[in-house]
């Protein structure tokens, strides 16, 4: 291992993008975070007290310009996620880049044709979209131990995506731009799915039905608050996802790898810590009431893994093709919650 | 409540029928087994020696001729359910009959038809279908508190029904008549679903994928071993349902009711008694065998309960036409399953 | 098995002896309760009403005497139990008794003379003090493992018996009569510590401190609502026992077995039944709140239990002499709680 | 906050020592480690490979001497801890202490008192016992919600410290030095048993039992590898702890505060992730296999606070005198372990 450390900057520093920030500068031994940028005043001013030594930009193109970089994290806004991605591309940086790539499949699949060229011209770099549950110590344990075929074959996924409900009217703005709850929100059980069935594996059909329940505005944005969807591959492997914006107690994300000779189930038991209350209600123990309270190690571990890769000419942890299936998927069970129709393949569309 | 006891017949003595002949003869007070009916030989042996003074038919016909019964257990094999339920009817007698009335509708319907016609002339008589589950306490006390709204409106309904795995063969040689995986296994959840989301609701679409996994010969008798589906009712309700042959650690028959305000979640960590075990292989609880280990206490609750509603001329625990819906909604899921099709009911069909 | 059925009488129709009646009475296939004495007349008017065909006595004298009796179950106040047994046995007949046998050691082994006389003349007379988490299938499975050596020998037995908070000042009158907290509430933790380390280890010493938290009356009985215990045994093994009358959520009864190779947790996530719920206070779990509730299963098991080995002259499920044993240690421990010294044995005392 | 960064030096890079080094080399973005040392030649090797531009030292005198400190994580065996610390005192350096800080109270207290004195020439030095299970966000969320009332006033506290099994003979040579089972092992229970109940607060009695279940070795140092202690303080207040060398499944440290109206339970639901498999064995979570595995987290946080007491000029988390007291109940128990006798302080010696 070189002691040489690798110069990031950082695009958007909304939610997500001061995490990366945080995570890229202070606890990853291996990376230094030399520049960021957002239009965002505010976010600047959080920048200026807290990235010490970071020059800040108001403008990513800019920053591509101006600063000293080998890689970038995109963690601005999903409309600019593909555009940004595709100028650190041809730049021949490496890219991390929040998932979705875009929730407009063909868009998404320019980001991986931009990549595939611009290895041409720059055979070390890489691309790689954030999907942080695949850096999960408990994730990752389920796949090694599905992998290593301790359980057989597996033959039924299933995944939750579950957010803690939120009555500010959020969500009804969000879904705006979002790409609807689907393409938003179980695009991590779709990659997980990808990744524990195959990521090349072809579906035959799949479908969704939902409900605005707690939501009725998402309506006028052909959104949902509550969908079950099941997809189905050849080869005999079935999956059912849920997503929910509505949940009560906190974030539910929860998947289950149903194999020929055992099961394991990631999550099914959520909780925040390794406390228990008793009391007048009974035995009761609290759950994280955010993605990232429960996620925050995997970011951090993706962070870490993200750099290596760059710095040691590794293989990137996930391959940028199966982001963008992820995305296509998404669509597809979009437009059947919408629709009510059933969608079938016959080895056609998502098949790679 | 009166001195006097419900003079029972058993209708089959197979593995549910020593069950139910046992409940009502030694765990069910106001009961009294009087005569029970089997065509085999080492059932009526068994009865011998573990039914004391009760009398034995190798025939129902004359069991129902001879003994003197006010009510009748059916719990022969499915395909004379309806047949023997609709013999007892007719003669005015008390019918508890196992699930399904019949892999049938139409046949279903019928008995229906018959006991509301009986009702004319003895209308205090009581019919009811044995679905187990709703005597089960947790599940009760699940129904109690969503029905009094204390998590809100429910909103997504998921439950499934998980057999432990048998290489023996038996599940093949049973799919030849068993209606398949929903209309047999499926049925208590379909139940549940109708009891939590609302036995009159209509439903507008369902539809459902599975494979083969484990028990290929079951492609020939157009069943499945895993299979999941998921059905859309008018009012913004839906829920997910999913079937196996396949566990391997023991029976796993779970439910979860998602309200507006909170969820109930019954059976998730299922688990066989109160005992841990700590060993070189981590913690670990061990499951329930199979259905009766897990809901033995809801069996004996269902005969008490039954012949409570005979003695005292109070209305039966479970609607009879809603037992007739879920074997119309089992067997669309079949059809389902099999043709790959959604199929939508645009307020026809299953609408009672 | 014969076909006779046990006459049995129930002294004692208090919460307990009901109880004890209800199950004879009605779920003990084998048993016909034929007689009840109790002094109290509210007691007497319920059995008239729930025990039909059963003769009601106000003397159990009179009862003894008079009714046609194979068994007696005494579950009068501790203060008459022995005294109660005595009688029986020295009728000859087969005394299933409430624990403790007497708060006194001497009067306790009285009981145990008077039978081992009693049995020179009825050599089938069956003795047996109710213990009843013997007869719980949890902890049996515990104990069958553990015995099998599973897990090797036992090391560390640790238990507690933990009620529910009551304010109605019911425990600190209670306690003028009961013995004490590690006769009344340990002595089944106490029994399961000689169940599981062994009924004829030699003890070497123990010691106890307690407290009054939440009812500062019990000093005047000399008694305390929480307290903690620790036992040493000859042969290395060890125990510690922890006492409560001051729960929140409701009956924590709960034991754990060390053992050199693994260790069996019995009722450690206690329950009340399979229903969690989410909410906005988190992922919650309802317990049982007294004894009866959780250990309702065991006191039918019991009834069952003694009723064969009375029929079938098989030796009672627990040793008189145990429970003799275990009020001898709990008396110890009361001692020792209130003067604060350890007590020693060198091998004297607590030997058999 | 300043951009200042506290210069640290690591003293001994055995395991503890390593994880110090690498907790505030890379995870403390607040801290730089300047400076190493270690008699042992294979950890400088490490060192020389994972703790890039570090001066690396083989005498601990000399790198005080000679590297620029402002602080010293004192990570050696423990029979050089005070030694150690009260060098750096000395010189004015801010010291984080593994625990104990000796296993001999007077050497303890002197650290104590060298540091008061210390504080009279600078002021802001900062000196503090490494107590990690103090900075795991479970136990003090635990601690919070007890501080703050929620449960009423706590009763009993139970705690306890659980190795995993090792057959090695590490544990029968490692208590030839390590003070007993509850000097090394008990230790963080009795400092919990302090934060939790009142470092403050009168003892009245302890005593201890134990047994050598698996290392009959440790019979030769005064040892045991399995034992049980109570210990009561004024107030009505009663703790209960465990200590073994001998888990089967992992490292099980687990504790449980019972107060007036509630329960807090930490840890009771032992596990190393969000992991379970259902199996042919039942339904399976693994544990941690060590200390560092369940509280890696902790003691990052540890780094991070301490760094900024320092740099913050802010208390200690942790006051040194509960943890010289905490050394003293310790060797109390442990003497009462070996003597067997019950150890009264009469409002003596273990006070304040």
């Known amino acids: 291992?070189?002691?040489?450390?690798?110069?990031?900057?950082?695009?958007?520093?909304?939610?997500?993008?001061?995490?990366?920030?945080?995570n890229f500068h202070e606890l990853t031994s291996r990376a230094n975070v030399v520049a960021a940028s957002t239009p965002d005043n505010n976010e600047r001013e959080w920048a200026a007290e807290n990235l010490q030594g970071v020059q800040i930009f108001d403008d990513y193109d800019e920053m591509l310009e101006?600063?000293?970089?080998e890689a970038v994290v995109v963690a601005s806004v999903t409309a600019v996620h593909a555009e940004q991605a595709l100028k650190a591309i041809k730049k021949g940086l490496h890219v991390l880049c929040e998932k979705p790539l875009s929730i407009d499949v063909e868009v998404a699949q320019s980001v991986v044709s931009a990549y595939e060229e611009s290895l041409k011209i720059y055979p070390q770099q890489k691309v790689m979209c954030a999907f942080s549950r695949r850096?999960?110590?408990?994730?990752?344990?389920?796949?090694?131990?599905?992998?290593?075929?301790?359980?057989?074959?597996?033959?039924?996924?299933?995944?939750?995506?579950?957010?803690?409900?939120d009555s500010s009217g959020f969500f009804v703005e969000y879904a705006k731009t979002s790409g609807g709850?689907?393409?938003?929100?179980?695009?991590?059980?779709?990659?997980?799915?990808?990744?524990?069935?195959g990521e090349n594996r072809t579906i035959k059909s799949l479908q969704a039905v939902g409900v605005c329940a707690v939501h009725p505005g998402l309506e006028a944005s052909n959104d949902r608050d509550n969908a079950i969807a099941t997809?189905?591959?050849?080869?005999?492997k079935i999956a059912a996802l849920y997503c929910s914006?509505?949940?009560?107690?906190?974030?539910?994300?929860?998947?289950?790898?149903?194999?020929?000779?055992?099961?394991?189930?990631?999550n099914m038991q959520v909780r925040k810590n390794h406390v228990e209350f008793h009391d007048s209600q009974g035995a009761r123990r609290e759950l994280p009431q955010h993605y990232y309270e429960r996620f925050r190690e995997a970011f951090i571990t993706e962070a870490y893994e993200f750099t290596a890769c760059c710095l040691d000419n590794?293989?990137?942890?996930?391959?940028?093709?199966?982001?963008?299936?992820?995305?296509?998927?998404?669509?597809?069970?979009?437009?059947?919650?919408?629709?009510?129709?059933?969608?079938?393949?016959?080895?056609?569309?998502?098949?790679?």
């Not at 709850?181 to 990744?195: A, E, G, P, R």
């Not at 940028?320 to 669509?331: F, P, W």
Request: with cysteine; hydrophobic share 40%.
């Open 245 to 266: 914006r509505m949940m009560a107690a906190g974030q539910e994300d929860t998947s289950e790898i149903i194999c020929e000779k055992g099961s394991v189930r990631v």
């Open 231 to 236: 997809v189905e591959f050849e080869g005999g």
């Open 181 to 197: 709850i689907f393409v938003d929100c179980s695009i991590h059980d779709i990659d997980l799915m990808l990744w524990f069935l």
């Open 66 to 69: 101006k600063a000293d970089l």
């Open 1 to 22: 291992m070189g002691t040489q450390k690798l110069c990031v900057g950082i695009a958007g520093l909304g939610r997500m993008g001061k995490r990366h920030a945080i």
């Open 135 to 165: 850096f999960d110590a408990s994730y990752r344990e389920a796949h090694e131990r599905v992998e290593k075929g301790e359980f057989g074959s597996a033959v039924f996924f299933r995944s939750q995506t579950a957010d803690l409900h």
């Open 314 to 352: 590794t293989p990137p942890p996930i391959s940028l093709q199966s982001s963008v299936k992820a995305v296509c998927i998404g669509q597809a069970l979009q437009r059947s919650v919408i629709s009510g129709e059933k969608i079938y393949f016959d080895g056609r569309a998502i098949k790679n």
